[in-house]
Structures are given as C-alpha cells and as structure tokens.
C-alpha cells in the first residue's frame, strides 16, 4: 500500500527552538508539498519541492525552510519556533507531469508551541 | 489563479444524496475540478476529478455546468462514514512545471443518522 509518511503524529516544542518535521514517500513520486491547516482558514501552502534539492516558495513560507536531499523525503524546518506556528502540518506528494495527478497526503503533524 | 467558493456547512440524511455545490467562476478554460475530502484527524482523500463532462467513479459523481463555472459533487447514498470536510479545488498555473492546488476552506458535511 503507496503511502506518505510523517515521523511524529503529535509534537510539542518551546519557543526559540528549532524544529523538524519529516516526511516520507515510497511512491517514487517527484512532487512533494508542505502544507499548514488552520481553523477557517483551510489548507495552505507552505513550500514544495519538484526535484530532489530544488525548491519553491508557496503561500506563506515565512519562518520556514525546507530541504530534500533524497526523492523520497521532504522536511520542513522552523528556524525558531514561534507559537503562531501552532498548527496540522500536512506532507503531500505527487507525481510530476502536466496531465492529471492526484495527491497523496500524510496523516499530518499537529504541532503545538508553547 | 482560480478560486473556489463553497457552502461552508452541510447536513445530510443518511442513505439520501449529498449533493455538494462550487463555484469556481474564474476557471480557465483547461483547468481540472477536482475534489477531496478530509475525515478528522486524517489527510486529504481524493474523491473525483473533471474538466468538461460529467464524470462518476465508485465514491462519487461529479456535475460540471456547459459554462464550467460551477459544479456539484453527489454522494448518491450518504452513510455516517461520508461526514468531513469536502474541498473543491482548482489547480494552479504550474510553477517550475509543478502545478498546485489551491484549497479553499471547504464544505463541513454532516451525515445524520
């Protein structure tokens, strides 16, 4: 069964630190995305990546970084961890192309910052 | 980029249809709809795609208007299962030959038993 993976389910981190949220797919997909979910304010995105070391800001990549080193993972970084970085991170993957092709999402992250 | 409008809020009797609108005014002309849906606490799940016609899978069928400007996913047989939160989503104009989707805040449907 394809899937996307992410390392934790739930996080709690302090404020200041630096955090890292993996994902992981064994799709062999070229497409990954980060997204962060909010109340009300749905799914937006945060970076994805096309390639594997090659990057694209989305929606609000503000206080975030990203790195694909390997096809398979795609990790989100917060610099500094603030706690308007409370949030459901989700991981989505797809394949590249410019006909249809789906989405496949983690499970997400629900990261809490105090 | 094209953007969608739905309801925010549904309910729906369960074994009855559910049918979902969206607007989605501003699509070009060789943008998909697509939807998905999100159970609590899950990741998004595709449920169907289309650009022009109508299109039916095994979850669901998807109405597009001749003018494509607006469409209505239907749940012909609503269970307790169906209830999450349902997206219809346009895709964005590709950026590094990726294309993206743009989610807006959904339909909360409600299957009541």
């Known amino acids: 069964d394809v899937k996307v993976t992410q390392s934790s389910r739930y996080l709690v981190k302090r404020t200041g630190e630096k955090v890292f949220l993996e994902c992981v797919q064994d799709m062999d997909h070229e497409n990954m995305f980060w997204y962060r979910q909010d109340p009300g304010l749905g799914l937006r995105l945060i970076y994805f990546?096309?390639?594997?070391?090659?990057?694209e800001k989305g929606d609000i990549p503000e206080g975030y970084s990203v790195s694909r080193e390997k096809k398979e993972r795609f990790s989100l970084i917060l610099e500094s961890a603030s706690t308007n970085q409370t949030s459901m991170y989700l991981c989505a993957s797809s394949l590249a192309g410019r006909g249809y092709y789906g989405y496949t999402f983690g499970s997400g992250t629900r990261l809490t910052v105090v | 980029d094209a953007k969608t409008t739905q309801p925010p809020s549904m309910d729906c009797a369960e074994g009855r249809a559910a049918n979902l609108p969206c607007n989605h005014s501003t699509i070009s002309g060789n943008e998909y709809v697509y939807w998905y849906r999100q159970i609590h606490s899950q990741g998004p799940q595709y449920i169907i795609h289309g650009l022009k016609n109508n299109e039916t899978n095994e979850m669901a069928s998807l109405i597009i208007t001749e003018d494509r400007k607006s469409s209505t996913l239907i749940l012909p047989h609503a269970t307790l299962r169906d209830t999450a939160v349902y997206y219809c989503?346009?895709?964005?104009?590709?950026?590094?030959?990726?294309?993206?989707?743009?989610f807006g805040t959904g339909t909360r449907l409600k299957v009541l038993a």
């Open positions: 989503i346009v895709r964005g104009p590709p950026t590094s030959g990726t294309y993206k989707y743009i």
């Open positions: 990546s096309y390639d594997v070391k090659m990057k």
